[in-house]
C-alpha cells in the first residue's frame, strides 16, 4: 500500500480516486475521508492512501483489475491469460501488454491475479486447480545516450549540460543504445557479437521462420527439464506460428527432455508379443494412438483460438484415454489397454481418476457377459 501526502492524495480524489486517511504514526486502520473535517488536506498530522476497490465473480472476490491510468513504465504487473499468470514488468512499448491493461486483465499483485483467474474459470464452468504464476522473459530496456551523442550536444565553449538552455542551439536526438545480442553459432563456430539496430517495429518478432529459429536456440541451450516443460508456454501461446511450427517445436521439447532424463522420458518397450499375438504387431501401441488422437485434436483447437494454453495436450490426452476405455466391449480388450493408464503419466489425482473409470467399466463388462452366458 502507497502512502500518499495530503497534495498527493488531493490530486488523486480530484482524479476520481476513492481517499482514506488516518493519523499519521499510528498503528491504525484508515477510514473513508467522510469521517474526517473537510479541512483534513490542509491539516498536519495525517496521512491518505487510495482505498483499494474489490469486485466480485462467481463467487469469488478480487481487486479491480488495473487501467492504464494506474500504470507506468516498468512497473511490475501480474497479467490474466486463460493458462496462466504472467510476472512482468509493464511496458507501452508492447502491444499485447497495453491491451491486456486495458481490456481488464492485469493485477498489481500475484494472489488477485489467480483468484481472477479461478473466477473466471469457475464462471465457465471451469475448474483451475493449478493456476500458475509465470515470470516473463521480457525485460525493458532502459535507454542510454552513447558517447557520440553526449559529445555532439557539448558544444566548445558551452558548459555540458546547458545546452537546452542556451538560446539558438537544437538539442539533438538521443539514439537508443542496444546491447550486443549473441548470435547462435553454427557447428562449432565461436559465439559472435552483432550490434543490432532496435525499433519500436522491431520490438515484437512477427516472422515464423526467424521465431522458429529463436526457439530452436532456447530450446537447445536448456539444461533442465523443468526449463524445457516451463518454455512451452511461450510457444505454444505465440500467435505468429502455425500449427506446423508448433508441431515442429513440440517435437524439438520432446527430443530434448529425451536428452536431459532418457529415464523418465524414453518410450516404453512393448512386451513381446507370442505368436497367437502377433495379428497387432503393425498397430501403433495404444498410447501412441491416444496421443496422437490427443496431439491433433489440441492443435485443432489451438490453430481456431489463436493460442494454445500448456496444458491443452495433456487435457486432450486425459479425455482420449477416458474414451477409449469406454469404447472397449470386453474385458479382454479393455485388460489390453490398462497398460496405456500408467504410460499416460498423469497427475496422482487424475491417474486415480482413471483407474476408477476403468474398474466400474471392467465391472460392467463383466456382468454384460455374465447375463448373456
Given at each position: 500500500?502507497?502512502?500518499?501526502?495530503?497534495?498527493?492524495?488531493?490530486?488523486?480524489?480530484?482524479?476520481?480516486?476513492?481517499?482514506?486517511?488516518?493519523?499519521?504514526?499510528?498503528?491504525?486502520?484508515?477510514?473513508?475521508?467522510?469521517?474526517?473535517?473537510?479541512?483534513?488536506?490542509a491539516m498536519p498530522g495525517y496521512e491518505f492512501c487510495i482505498k483499494v476497490e474489490t469486485m466480485e465473480l462467481a463467487g469469488?472476490?478480487?481487486?479491480?483489475?488495473?487501467?492504464?491510468?494506474?500504470?507506468?513504465?516498468?512497473?511490475?504487473?501480474?497479467?490474466?491469460?486463460?493458462?496462466?499468470?504472467?510476472?512482468?514488468?509493464?511496458?507501452?512499448?508492447?502491444?499485447?501488454?497495453?491491451?491486456?491493461?486495458?481490456?481488464?486483465?492485469?493485477?498489481?499483485?500475484?494472489?488477485?491475479?489467480?483468484?481472477?483467474?479461478?473466477?473466471?474459470?469457475?464462471?465457465?464452468?471451469?475448474?483451475?486447480?493449478?493456476?500458475?504464476?509465470?515470470?516473463?522473459?521480457?525485460?525493458?530496456?532502459?535507454?542510454?545516450?552513447?558517447?557520440?551523442?553526449?559529445?555532439?550536444?557539448?558544444?566548445?565553449?558551452?558548459?555540458?549540460?546547458?545546452?537546452?538552455?542556451?538560446?539558438?542551439?537544437?538539442?539533438?536526438?538521443?539514439?537508443?543504445?542496444?546491447?550486443?545480442?549473441?548470435?547462435?553459432?553454427?557447428?562449432?563456430?565461436?559465439?559472435?557479437?552483432?550490434?543490432?539496430?532496435?525499433?519500436?517495429?522491431?520490438?515484437?518478432?512477427?516472422?515464423?521462420?526467424?521465431?522458429?529459429?529463436?526457439?530452436?536456440?532456447?530450446i537447445d541451450q536448456f539444461t533442465t527439464t523443468q526449463d524445457v516443460l516451463s518454455f512451452r508456454h511461450v510457444f505454444l501461446?505465440?500467435?505468429?506460428?502455425?500449427?506446423?511450427?508448433?508441431?515442429?517445436?513440440?517435437?524439438?521439447?520432446?527430443?530434448?527432455?529425451?536428452?536431459?532424463?532418457?529415464?523418465?522420458?524414453?518410450?516404453?518397450?512393448?512386451?513381446?508379443?507370442?505368436?497367437?499375438?502377433?495379428?497387432?504387431?503393425?498397430?501403433?501401441?495404444?498410447?501412441?494412438?491416444?496421443?496422437?488422437?490427443?496431439?491433433?485434436?489440441?492443435?485443432?483447437?489451438?490453430?481456431?483460438?489463436?493460442?494454445?494454453?500448456?496444458?491443452?495436450?495433456?487435457?486432450?490426452?486425459?479425455?482420449?484415454?477416458?474414451?477409449?476405455?469406454?469404447?472397449?466391449?470386453?474385458?479382454?480388450?479393455?485388460?489390453?489397454?490398462?497398460?496405456?493408464?500408467?504410460?499416460?503419466?498423469?497427475?496422482p489425482a487424475d491417474h486415480q481418476e482413471l483407474l476408477s473409470i476403468y474398474a466400474q467399466r471392467k465391472d460392467a463388462l463383466?456382468?454384460?457377459?455374465?447375463?448373456?452366458?
Open positions: 500500500m502507497k502512502i500518499l501526502n495530503s497534495k498527493e492524495a488531493f490530486e488523486a480524489m480530484m482524479a476520481g480516486r476513492n481517499i482514506m486517511c488516518r493519523a499519521a504514526g499510528k498503528l491504525m486502520d484508515f477510514d473513508d475521508l467522510s469521517q474526517f473535517p473537510a479541512t483534513i488536506f469469488i472476490t478480487f481487486t479491480k483489475p488495473l487501467t492504464l491510468n494506474d500504470v507506468v513504465e516498468d512497473q511490475e504487473i501480474f497479467l490474466v491469460f486463460p493458462h496462466c499468470v504472467v510476472h512482468t514488468q509493464f511496458t507501452s512499448l508492447s502491444g499485447k501488454y497495453v491491451e491486456c491493461v486495458k481490456n481488464g486483465f492485469a493485477q498489481m499483485d500475484q494472489e488477485n491475479a489467480e483468484l481472477q483467474l479461478q473466477a473466471i474459470g469457475k464462471l465457465l464452468g471451469r475448474t483451475i486447480a493449478y493456476p500458475l504464476t509465470l515470470e516473463s522473459h521480457y525485460k525493458p530496456e532502459k535507454k542510454r545516450r552513447s558517447r557520440k551523442a553526449k559529445e555532439d550536444t557539448e558544444q566548445p565553449g558551452i558548459p555540458a549540460g546547458l545546452g537546452d538552455a542556451v538560446p539558438g542551439i537544437e538539442k539533438q536526438p538521443e539514439p537508443e543504445v542496444v546491447p550486443p545480442v549473441k548470435v547462435v553459432p553454427e557447428a562449432s563456430s565461436a559465439p559472435t557479437e552483432v550490434s543490432l539496430e532496435k525499433t519500436e517495429e522491431d520490438s515484437v518478432e512477427t516472422d515464423p521462420v526467424k521465431l522458429v529459429e529463436k526457439f530452436t536456440a532456447q501461446a505465440n500467435g505468429y506460428l502455425d500449427q506446423k511450427d508448433q508441431q515442429h517445436l513440440c517435437k524439438l521439447t520432446e527430443d530434448k527432455l529425451l536428452e536431459l532424463d532418457p529415464e523418465q522420458y524414453a518410450p516404453k518397450a512393448e512386451p513381446e508379443l507370442s505368436p497367437d499375438e502377433v495379428t497387432e504387431v503393425a498397430q501403433p501401441s495404444f498410447i501412441d494412438q491416444i496421443e496422437n488422437a490427443a496431439r491433433k485434436q489440441a492443435s485443432v483447437e489451438s490453430v481456431e483460438h489463436g493460442s494454445a494454453p500448456i496444458d491443452l495436450f495433456y487435457k486432450k490426452k486425459k479425455q482420449v484415454l477416458i474414451n477409449r476405455i469406454y469404447d472397449m466391449d470386453s474385458v479382454e480388450t479393455l485388460e489390453r489397454l490398462a497398460p496405456a493408464i500408467p504410460a499416460a503419466k498423469l497427475l463383466a456382468a454384460e457377459t455374465g447375463e448373456t452366458s
